[in-house]
């Protein structure tokens, strides 16, 4: 049995908005989608802590209870690595900068020329092909077999490090931005020219800022090839460096101490990509990935 | 977005005195050489377009129409024959910035604002910024596009691009104007709004235009006259008899127009039959 008030109370509808209330309802659906992005991003990042909370967390459970044989020589732990870094700061610290100096001099030194020779070879194109044969023999050489001739010529010293570095980005970023300045559609380049545009001014107007997005991928690998050139060239022979110091725990059997040393490794490299990203969302405004 | 607003008369508005400018093409012909192959595109064209006329290309895909206009523009050589480009007594060398060209696809330069885009032909002709900003207002304000200065083409509707890069051939004021196909891509309302507001600018102008287009219909709104080709040369030249100022929206359902249009569908099939007048 239901009474009239009963049955009038079920079927309420919520009252139908008045137009007033447009600026409301708007307000409330903007909320309510920005609530979710902000669940969604939290529960990633949630997901993201967790994962490496479990990894790490099996690592030191495995290392401490045996399931990793003689853990203490081959595998180490992470509560080792973290005692590691700590005890051996001051000194991980002078090699981790003698690494980043030498990897920042070789992505600078091969990427700006790495950009220019690109340049150049897109602006003359005669003159890439001329080039062609040298630089595919070059660029196909495993470069890290070039370290001996380095520290045959220049010592146990920073230019070969940085030599090194260089000679793989280079590469890296010529083949690149010649790959960059072709993507630039030629229709683009027809309409500037027919717009009054000089040769001159269609390379620097249309192709160069055409180029800029391709180039820019190409250094955000470079960063990383630069180093492990300076990385595996300090693994052969160098005064200091991160690359030294693994090669030196890893005979030494200290493998909290390698650990330690990647770990350093790849908060740099995180470092190096996230200033190039900045760099990078800044010139690229306009593509619809950066806005 | 109408244009009725801007298109007013004032002395800023009206162009300098235009020069008298004329094309010719005789006995014009282009093969197309690929590394195995060559055809022919165009074989003897002769015809001439006075000054301040509007002609229209039309013909089916593959017929060469694209191949006239660049020849026009000088992307594309005759292999044989005479193309004649004249501002006053002057034979321009081509490719030359005194044509106008637009595409059918959007050719903005992606990474530049509205505002530098429709500037580009002035800032690489070195005109002074002051200046260019102030004549680049006027242009996209005439477009309909006021407001939009500074966003990026990604950001604009395809229909707004195609007012930009109108725009953009309208800020270099060239003597010619040359057209592939420039609002085809669009959807029919922004077509034929389009198409009402270049209609109105061109009257204001009447610059010597080339414009190619498959569309008859296009054709009989914008053009003065109508070449029809068939594969490889012109098969009709016909002269559209609608008087100017055109209104297009009431011109496209007269029975005239209706008779016209008709007229052209006609020649265009009997040009692909290989027929000729």
């Known amino acids: ?291 | 977005m109408t244009l009725s607003v801007t298109m007013r008369r004032g002395p800023a508005m009206a162009p300098a005195q235009p020069a008298r400018t004329g094309l010719r093409f005789e006995h014009v012909t282009h093969w197309y050489v690929s590394d195995r192959d060559a055809k022919l595109v165009v074989e003897d064209l002769t015809f001439d377009v006075p000054d301040g006329q509007f002609v229209a290309v039309v013909g089916g895909s593959g017929c060469g129409k694209t191949t006239v206009l660049n020849m026009v523009a000088g992307l594309v050589r005759p292999t044989e024959g005479l193309i004649e480009v004249r501002v006053d007594d002057e034979v321009l060398t081509l490719p030359s910035s005194r044509l106008g060209y637009m595409w059918a696809r959007d050719s903005l330069l992606p990474w530049r604002s509205l505002r530098r885009n429709v500037e580009f032909g002035l800032e690489v002709r070195g005109m002074p910024k002051g200046e260019r900003r102030e004549r680049v207002e006027r242009y996209i304000t005439m477009v309909g596009l006021a407001g939009s200065e500074r966003k990026f083409p990604r950001q604009l509707s395809h229909g707004m691009r195609q007012r930009g890069n109108l725009a953009r051939l309208l800020a270099t004021e060239p003597d010619f104007y040359l057209m592939d196909e420039p609002f085809s891509a669009l959807d029919a309302q922004t077509k034929a709004a389009m198409q009402q507001e270049f209609s109105q600018i061109w009257e204001n102008r009447r610059r010597t235009t080339v414009y190619v287009t498959h569309d008859l219909t296009e054709a009989a709104l914008l053009a003065d006259r109508v070449l029809v080709m068939g594969t490889g040369y012109i098969a009709y030249d016909i002269p559209v008899p609608f008087e100017r100022p055109r209104g297009l929206g009431e011109l496209r359902f007269t029975p005239d127009f209706q008779t016209f249009d008709r007229l052209l569908w006609d020649r265009l099939r009997q040009a692909q039959r290989g027929e000729r007048g």
């Open chain 1, 1 to 291: 049995m239901t009474t009239p008030a009963t049955t009038a109370a079920a079927v309420a509808r919520p009252e139908a908005p008045r137009l007033s209330d447009r600026d409301g309802r708007m307000e409330a659906a903007k909320a309510a989608v920005r609530r979710r992005k902000r669940n969604r991003t939290l529960t990633v990042r949630a997901l993201q802590v967790l994962l490496v909370v479990v990894i790490l967390g099996s690592w030191e459970i495995m290392s401490r209870t045996g399931v990793l044989p003689d853990a203490k020589l081959f595998y180490g732990r992470p509560s080792g690595v973290a005692q590691f870094l700590v005890d051996n700061r001051s000194h991980l610290w002078t090699d981790a900068l003698a690494t980043i100096y030498a990897a920042f001099l070789g992505f600078a030194i091969g990427a700006s020329s790495g950009v220019l020779v690109g340049l150049l070879f897109g602006r003359w194109p005669l003159l890439e092909r001329a080039f062609d044969p040298v630089m595919n023999v070059l660029a196909s050489l495993p470069r890290l077999a070039l370290a001996p001739l380095f520290l045959l010529w220049f010592g146990i010293s920073d230019t070969s490090k940085v030599l090194l570095a260089v000679s793989i980005v280079f590469f890296v970023v010529l083949f690149n931005t010649i790959a960059g300045v072709r993507s630039v559609d030629s229709e683009l380049r027809t309409v500037a020219s027919l717009l009054g545009a000089s040769p001159r001014q269609v390379f620097i107007k249309v192709v160069l800022p055409g180029a800029v997005p391709v180039i820019f991928a190409a250094l955000r690998l470079a960063l990383m090839f630069s180093m492990l050139g300076v990385v595996g060239s300090e693994m052969i022979a160098a005064k200091s460096g991160l690359g030294v110091d693994v090669v030196t725990y890893g005979q030494n059997l200290e493998p909290n101490g390698v650990f330690a040393v990647l770990a350093i490794l790849a908060v740099v490299a995180a470092l190096f990509s996230a200033a190039l990203r900045t760099l990078e969302s800044r010139l690229l405004r306009w593509m619809p990935e950066h806005s």
